[in-house]
């Protein structure tokens, strides 16, 4: 029997269900992806190695979105054009930044990330966003979601992060766009993202389809109540909360930003 097989056979199945109920009420609150937490704690909990969890953790957030998307849908707030400008820079920027991945100071990258998200997080306790602003799509405006797709889709080839963390802020602060919409608009833009990094994680043999299934429904079950949470909370409190979250996400990523430097 070989060790890949005996691995199978000791799925921990309910650490893989909390960890998708957790990730889904997260990304359905915050209009992430859910990977940010699936990753570590498939790491943590579940004892895959970083590849297999990364590519597992992808394959998850598929059914996950689904659901989040719909449940933002059907009130209204998804910006499916918006998405779709989104997704063709975020698909061209992948592949520049898994090309780049081997040539840049990724450390450095990743300290500049890290100081990117404190200032989103501060911004996020000053600002109250609008819920019922919406984006204007002129020359300019298109011309921005392009870049910022590109920009998004770079980090996530060389530093491994989901769009949702970078997308929802910066739709928010940047482009004006109510905060609930912004993270329906985020959650559609992973869909088609998700679903190709899936595909080629398949051919590479870098995804536990089955974990990826557990993890997902799992998600399925808490996404929709996470995006009833956060339509139900008011704009600022909505934002203090999301700057919090990026805060605890800002110290995991100094955390591992160390270790890894420590290995380098």
Not at 68 to 97: E, K, M, T
Not at 172 to 180: E, P, Q, R, T
Not at 229 to 234: F, N, P, Q, R
Request: proline share 4%; glycine share 12%.
């Amino acid at each position: 029997m070989t060790d890949e097989t005996e691995t199978e056979r000791r799925r921990p199945i309910f650490a893989l269900v909390g960890i998708g109920l957790l990730s889904g009420f997260l990304s359905g609150m915050f209009g992430i992806g859910g990977g940010i937490v699936i990753v570590p704690l498939l790491v943590l909990l579940a004892k895959f190695p970083r590849r297999l969890a990364a590519g597992t953790s992808l394959g998850a957030i598929v059914p996950a979105a689904l659901v989040g998307v719909a449940s933002y849908a059907a009130l209204g707030n998804v910006d499916w054009l918006v998405a779709l400008i989104l997704v063709v820079g975020s698909v061209a920027g992948a592949q520049v930044g898994a090309h780049l991945l081997h040539k840049l100071p990724v450390q450095a990258i990743r300290w500049a990330f890290i100081v990117f998200l404190a200032a989103v997080a501060v911004s996020l306790f000053l600002i109250v966003p609008s819920r019922d602003a919406e984006l204007e799509l002129d020359v300019l405006p298109i011309i921005g979601l392009v870049v910022l797709g590109f920009v998004t889709g770079v980090l996530s080839g060389i530093l491994g992060v989901g769009g949702g963390i970078v997308i929802v802020p910066m739709l928010i602060l940047l482009f004006g766009l109510g905060d609930v919409a912004a993270k329906g608009t985020s959650l559609a833009m992973m869909i088609p993202t998700a679903i190709s990094g899936t595909i080629g994680n398949l051919r590479r043999k870098n995804v536990d389809l089955v974990a990826a299934l557990i993890v997902g429904l799992a998600a399925c079950v808490t996404t929709a109540l996470g995006a009833a949470a956060a339509v139900a909370l008011d704009p600022q409190t909505a934002s203090i909360i999301f700057g919090a979250f990026l805060v605890v996400l800002i110290v995991r990523l100094v955390v591992e930003a160390i270790k890894l430097g420590h290995k380098e």
